[in-house]
């Protein structure tokens, strides 16, 4: 999976709970819960669609990893490798 690939992965999960969300005004390393305004339970159904689009279960001690774009990327593509 190429960076490209993960990072339009991680932008359909948050557009998924977020369809109003201008994902291009997200700084790549900034958290987005707070800037695109998502709730617990939007970030819950983020990490699940995340995860079944990955294919693999996220624990709750990765939801760190995954709550910028950079780090979500990163954590999809190190999963693959």
Same mark, same amino acid.
């Given at each position: 999976? *190429?960076?490209?690939?993960? =990072?339009?992965?991680?932008? $359909?999960?948050?557009?998924q709970v977020a369809p109003?969300? $201008? #994902?291009?005004?997200?700084?790549?390393?900034? $958290?987005?819960?707070?800037?695109?305004e998502l709730d617990s339970? $939007?970030?819950?159904? /983020?990490?699940?669609? #995340?995860?079944? &689009?990955?294919?693999?279960?996220?624990?709750?001690?990765? /939801?760190?990893?995954? *709550? *910028? =774009?950079?780090? &979500? *990327?990163?954590?999809?593509?190190?999963?693959?490798?």
């Amino acid at each position: 999976m *190429t960076p490209q690939q993960a =990072m339009e992965m991680v932008q $359909d999960a948050l557009l998924q709970v977020a369809p109003e969300a $201008d #994902l291009q005004a997200v700084p790549p390393d900034a $958290d987005f819960r707070d800037l695109l305004e998502l709730d617990s339970l $939007d970030f819950l159904a /983020y990490v699940e669609i #995340l995860s079944e &689009a990955g294919g693999r279960r996220i624990e709750e001690d990765d /939801y760190p990893k995954v *709550t *910028t =774009m950079a780090g &979500a *990327t990163a954590f999809i593509i190190a999963d693959r490798g």
